[in-house]
DNA sequence: TGTACATCAGTGAACGCGCGTTCACTGATGTAC
DNA sequence: TGTACATCAGTGAACGCGCGTTCACTGATGTAC
């Protein structure tokens, strides 16, 4: 037995409430010892205080979540790159990756989504209740954030979806997508009359964000043009 | 006397409480009408629960905020416009606008940082606290997102700044802004220490969904290179 | 192998506290006649 | 103009409740010798 048996009882209580109510900062030991079912106190034998429990909570959250996030951009980029042909020129080499980073991208929102139906307990929790918490809560969230920005940036790279832009661009949109993608889950859970629309617009973004970079950063107006044209056609 | 004193005094009672704790939704309200230098019950002389006082709060956050907002983009496309000569054609008339717009995206960013500093705690309530109080808040506040979208899309329109643009185009990125800001707000917030680099991501971010809606739209290939030339070029 | 001891998860009772809410009350202001 | 009455903002005491936290306890498991 790794941990033990009340710990996880509680952790797992604790998941359950705050999910339901979006608040873990509502949250009272009570509350969730008897949702766990045993004693009140028995919250003090595994936390020191409900901070350090939502400390914990958001570790295994995070820790839980970046490797499937992960696998979910490998599939997408290897089911988006698996029939393109070998380019013969630099130029010809940027559009094949874009045509892929395109195919990933519409992929990978689709999975992500699905990912996000399937356990909802961590968008929901992460973004509204815990920072309430304390200041140190709130600064660990901004780390994660961070962490999980650099995954999609390091992605990005690996996959080469990306190649004509810079790594400070990469970063910087791979940011912008992970805070934004927080946005839409939320909206995704709490309004599944626009699921449909959520999508759409999580990936209309994604899109309208690399084309700007690629407006912004490629130099060379031929390429530019040829790249963002690729973004421009539909499918 | 408009509204009694004891409700004016409970409502900046519970706004000051809120904006120093980041929490809405954790006030209590006893501790609002300590604050207040009221007995506690006389809340209940003005109010029937804590989510009517939310419901207030929030409705007067929303109509204080949308004039001021509007204002500092009259201000800042006035000053963007004011030097730019009469254009001789459509393509120069497009151009004329986007090198405005440019312009009014950096001053309105400056203006509207300025004002978050100036009254931060809009800006933390909203965000944070207040959803989490019931369902029907949530609701209220992503319609006030809605409406401060609309604002910003209905200034843009106005002052001519992306004539090249659709007006679904427009709505979207000002939709993304508005939410998007919502976040840099509270960071820009709560991190002193990375207020200019805040700016600069929210100035980059705003250039980049511009640049990449005229990459995606503008259909001349000319006009789109001269276009994104100018959000290119320095200054 | 047996015994003594330490550690650990969990229990149940109890504490003092701040909470939401209700009640009966006061005093000031407005209003009908 | 004066009087009687209604309305309204605010008061102070009181209620029952769930809260965080502490205490002394139990029983099971592991460990030293």
């Known amino acids: 037995m790794d941990v033990a048996r009340g710990k996880a009882l509680l952790i797992e209580a604790a998941v359950k409430l705050a999910s339901k109510t979006g608040n873990f900062s509502a949250l009272s030991v009570r509350e969730i010892g008897k949702e766990a079912g045993l004693n009140p106190n028995t ?3 595994h936390f020191a205080s409900l901070e350090a429990l939502g400390f914990l909570v958001l570790d295994l959250m995070v820790s839980g979540r970046r490797q499937p996030l992960r ?6 980029a290897e089911a988006a790159g698996a029939q393109l042909p070998h380019p013969n020129s630099p130029a010809e080499y940027w559009a094949c990756c874009l045509r892929k980073a395109k195919a990933a991208a519409r992929l990978t929102i689709e999975g992500y989504f699905d990912y996000v139906t399937a356990y909802p307990e961590t968008f929901l929790i992460g973004i509204s209740g815990i920072a309430a918490l304390s200041p140190g809560l709130r600064e660990k969230l901004d780390e994660a954030i961070g962490e999980l920005a650099s995954d999609l940036a390091d992605d990005i790279r ?18 912008l997508i992970v805070k934004q993608t927080f946005l839409f889950s ?5 309004t599944p009359g626009k699921r449909e629309e959520t999508r759409r617009m999580a990936l209309g973004f994604v899109m309208n964000l690399i084309a700007g970079s690629i407006a912004l950063e490629v130099t060379d107006k031929d390429t530019m043009i040829s790249l963002v044209e690729i973004l421009r056609s539909a499918g």
Not at 162 to 172: F, G, Q, T
Request: net charge neutral; glycine share 0%; proline share 3%.
């Open 43 to 45: 919250f003090y034998r």
């Open 71 to 76: 696998e979910i951009r490998r599939h997408a």
């Open 158 to 175: 690996i996959y080469q979806l990306l190649p004509m832009l810079s790594d400070e661009a990469v970063r910087s949109i791979a940011l």
């Open 186 to 190: 939320t909206d995704y859970i709490n």
